[in-house]
């Protein structure tokens, strides 16, 4: 049992206020500040604290609270990200300049501290640690401009600090597990799939470029490799089944019905379920190409879909509604967070989207659109009793609010390097997340006859191990028996989720090769002979459509 407590933040030192006119820097007074229409409050209510803005006019863009209080001297510190991982996650000593999203870990002097937000704040918050204290930033932005709230009292965030000790005999499970306890009380109510999630994805090998006949038969290549396994595997169709598809391009609706390749998209899910899968679906709700939309449903910024709309919300609903009523019970729906502000997660450096544009509602704040269309999601597809996959999704805004989340950018099936980089990183340091927030899938094994098997072997196992969501994208043909032989025995793992192995060594290595659950240890080896591939660092934050 760890020695853990929680603890509050007490009262700020200094806040700053930037409106889109003014920018004050003030003393804190107690539990509150206030300057021209402007009020900001921390209240304490059984044990936790909150933190509340309320302006009559004034068009406030974003809070900036600074608690002065040193932190130890020699400490590792790990934060964590806008949306998914680039593989960029690790345990680093201190540097003020490292901006760390929604909450961070401070390990030293055999403790480590947690300091975050709950989950589902109304602002776009991030941390930042220096020697003298800590400064936690509010984005209260609508979009790229203040908001407008018209004299409501706007609760920004729930504040949440921790410290546990730590046993420096095993400092890493250790670590791993206070971590997991924070994450826990940062989200009181996450929903979560009612068996384990695992089965194929085709993008991996298809990038796209696929056909009803292609599913169905990738459908009884699963089958084959999952055969006696009691869970039923999902079969996810991926980009390729929309009437619009472009194999150069990345578009949208309108999700009214499949193209040419994929005819009917109810019988195409009836197949699959009288076969023995599970049919899920990818599809990308914000882009839509529908020309009867009218202008004042998109945005300024990319003419995507504006959620803060009602009628652009209800029209999302309808889409989600008409997918499940197909008979799709995996709803993996991808590119919001780049829909909505037009930056993808590593280029929020560190605010998320441009200025000088806002979304229809002005009197909300950025992540309260956010929150408004994971919910919009969640609700339309709850009568079908279907899951939620976000795909480049906000894992702290949409915990609650989707079952599983795709916590690192894409992996491969071309490179190695990219999947070592993109999905060992994001597993490792996000799987505290995991059954906390929701269930995390650090993303596909890409097996097309392009990466070496005893990779992929290795890369497949981890997930399984690890208990985590398991999706392969196996193109038929390319294993041998024996390999497949081995695949058969990790997908039976991957049904039932009994394991849930830990990096033993996170706070050491940004690629941790050893994983323990209890008394079992595996050790991984990531590296290729040869030494890291050059190719798979080129197109290296983002690379959804694969390098020729």
Same mark, same amino acid.
């Given at each position: 049992?760890?020695?853990?407590?929680?603890?509050?933040?007490?009262?700020?030192?200094?806040?700053?206020?930037?409106?889109?006119?003014?920018?004050?820097?003030?003393?804190?007074?107690?539990?509150?500040?206030?300057?021209?229409?402007?009020?900001?409050?921390?209240?304490?209510?059984?044990?936790?604290? =909150?933190?509340?803005?309320?302006?009559?006019?004034?068009?406030?863009?974003?809070?900036?609270?600074?608690?002065?209080?040193?932190?130890?001297?020699?400490?590792?510190?790990?934060? =964590?990200?806008?949306?998914?991982?680039?593989?960029?996650?690790?345990?680093?000593?201190?540097?003020?300049?490292?901006?760390?999203? $929604?909450?961070?870990?401070?390990?030293?002097?055999?403790?480590?501290?947690?300091?975050?937000?709950?989950? @589902?704040?109304?602002?776009?918050?991030?941390?930042?640690?220096?020697?003298?204290?800590? !400064?936690?930033?509010?984005?209260? *932005?609508?979009?790229?401009?203040?908001?407008?709230?018209?004299?409501?009292?706007?609760?920004?965030?729930?504040?949440? %600090?921790?410290?546990?000790? +730590?046993?420096?005999?095993?400092?890493?499970?250790?670590?791993?597990?206070?971590?997991?306890?924070?994450?826990?009380?940062?989200? !009181?109510?996450? +929903?979560?799939p009612t068996s384990p999630v695992y089965g194929s994805n085709n993008w991996y090998y298809a990038y796209g470029s696929s056909s009803e006949e292609e599913i169905l038969s990738d459908t009884d290549y699963l089958l084959e490799l999952t055969q006696g396994a009691e869970n039923p595997p999902y079969m996810v169709i991926d980009?390729?089944?929309?009437?619009?598809?472009?194999?150069?391009?990345?578009?949208?609706?309108?999700? %009214?019905?499949?193209?040419?390749?994929?005819?009917?998209?109810?019988?195409?899910?009836?197949?699959?379920?009288?076969?023995?899968? *599970?049919?899920?679906?990818?599809? @990308?709700?914000?882009?839509?190409?529908?020309?009867?939309?009218?202008? +004042? $449903?998109?945005?300024?910024?990319?003419?995507?879909?504006?959620?803060?709309?009602?009628?652009?919300?209800? #029209?999302?609903?309808?889409?989600?509604?008409?997918?499940?009523?197909w008979g799709y019970t995996l709803i993996k729906h991808d590119f919001s967070t780049y829909d909505l502000f037009g930056r993808w997660g590593f280029e929020m450096n560190p605010l998320v989207t441009e200025s000088g544009w806002h979304f229809y509602n002005r009197s909300m704040t950025s992540a309260e659109v956010v929150k408004?269309? #994971?919910?919009?999601? #969640?609700?339309?597809?709850?009568?079908?009793?279907?899951?939620?996959?976000?795909?480049?999704?906000?894992?702290?805004?949409?915990?609650?609010?989707?079952?599983?989340?795709?916590?690192?950018?894409? !992996?491969?099936?071309?490179?190695?390097?990219?999947?070592? *980089?993109?999905? +060992?990183? !994001?597993?490792?340091? *996000?799987?505290?997340?995991?059954?906390?927030?929701?269930?995390? =899938?650090?993303?596909?094994?890409?097996?097309?006859?392009?990466?070496? $098997?005893?990779?992929?072997?290795?890369?497949? =196992?981890?997930?399984?191990?690890?208990?985590?969501?398991?999706?392969?994208?196996?193109?038929?043909?390319?294993?041998?028996?024996?390999?497949?032989?081995?695949?058969?025995?990790?997908?039976?793992?991957?049904?039932?989720?009994?394991?849930?192995?830990?990096?033993?060594? $996170?706070?050491?290595?940004?690629?941790?090769?050893?994983?323990?659950?209890?008394?079992?240890?595996?050790?991984?080896?990531w590296f290729e002979d040869a030494g890291p591939d050059l190719k798979g660092n080129e197109n290296l934050y983002h690379a959804y459509i694969p390098l020729s």
């Amino acid at each position: 049992m760890m020695n853990k407590k929680r603890l509050t933040f007490g009262e700020f030192d200094f806040v700053t206020i930037k409106t889109e006119t003014e920018n004050y820097i003030l003393q804190g007074k107690g539990s509150y500040t206030s300057v021209s229409d402007i009020l900001v409050e921390i209240q304490e209510e059984n044990g936790h604290e =909150d933190l509340f803005l309320t302006a009559d006019d004034s068009a406030v863009e974003w809070i900036k609270l600074r608690w002065n209080r040193p932190l130890p001297q020699k400490v590792k510190i790990l934060g =964590d990200a806008w949306e998914q991982g680039y593989g960029d996650f690790e345990w680093r000593g201190m540097c003020v300049g490292r901006f760390m999203p $929604w909450y961070f870990f401070v390990s030293a002097e055999d403790k480590l501290w947690g300091y975050g937000v709950k989950v @589902r704040p109304s602002a776009m918050c991030y941390w930042q640690a220096d020697p003298d204290g800590i !400064t936690l930033m509010l984005d209260v *932005r609508c979009g790229g401009k203040g908001v407008l709230l018209h004299g409501r009292k706007l609760k920004m965030a729930e504040l949440v %600090r921790m410290e546990t000790e +730590i046993n420096k005999e095993n400092e890493g499970c250790d670590t791993f597990h206070a971590a997991q306890e924070f994450c826990r009380m940062m989200c !009181t109510d996450p +929903i979560l799939p009612t068996s384990p999630v695992y089965g194929s994805n085709n993008w991996y090998y298809a990038y796209g470029s696929s056909s009803e006949e292609e599913i169905l038969s990738d459908t009884d290549y699963l089958l084959e490799l999952t055969q006696g396994a009691e869970n039923p595997p999902y079969m996810v169709i991926d980009d390729c089944w929309q009437e619009h598809h472009r194999l150069d391009d990345y578009n949208g609706g309108p999700w %009214r019905c499949g193209n040419s390749k994929f005819p009917d998209m109810k019988g195409l899910a009836d197949k699959l379920t009288a076969k023995g899968v *599970r049919p899920g679906i990818w599809v @990308r709700l914000l882009q839509n190409e529908d020309e009867t939309i009218p202008d +004042i $449903w998109r945005l300024p910024l990319n003419q995507c879909l504006d959620p803060s709309h009602p009628e652009a919300l209800d #029209y999302i609903k309808q889409d989600v509604k008409r997918i499940c009523a197909w008979g799709y019970t995996l709803i993996k729906h991808d590119f919001s967070t780049y829909d909505l502000f037009g930056r993808w997660g590593f280029e929020m450096n560190p605010l998320v989207t441009e200025s000088g544009w806002h979304f229809y509602n002005r009197s909300m704040t950025s992540a309260e659109v956010v929150k408004l269309f #994971y919910q919009a999601v #969640y609700d339309a597809a709850k009568p079908y009793n279907a899951l939620i996959l976000g795909c480049n999704t906000i894992g702290h805004l949409g915990a609650g609010r989707m079952h599983i989340s795709r916590t690192g950018d894409d !992996t491969s099936g071309l490179t190695w390097e990219r999947t070592r *980089r993109m999905g +060992i990183n !994001t597993l490792a340091f *996000r799987l505290p997340q995991h059954k906390c927030f929701f269930d995390v =899938d650090a993303d596909c094994v890409g097996i097309a006859g392009n990466i070496p $098997w005893k990779l992929n072997r290795q890369w497949a =196992d981890v997930l399984a191990e690890s208990g985590t969501p398991l999706f392969i994208s196996a193109k038929p043909g390319i294993l041998n028996q024996k390999e497949k032989d081995e695949l058969r025995v990790i997908l039976q793992k991957a049904s039932a989720q009994n394991k849930h192995k830990i990096p033993a060594d $996170w706070m050491d290595t940004d690629c941790p090769r050893i994983w323990i659950d209890g008394e079992e240890t595996s050790e991984y080896h990531w590296f290729e002979d040869a030494g890291p591939d050059l190719k798979g660092n080129e197109n290296l934050y983002h690379a959804y459509i694969p390098l020729s």
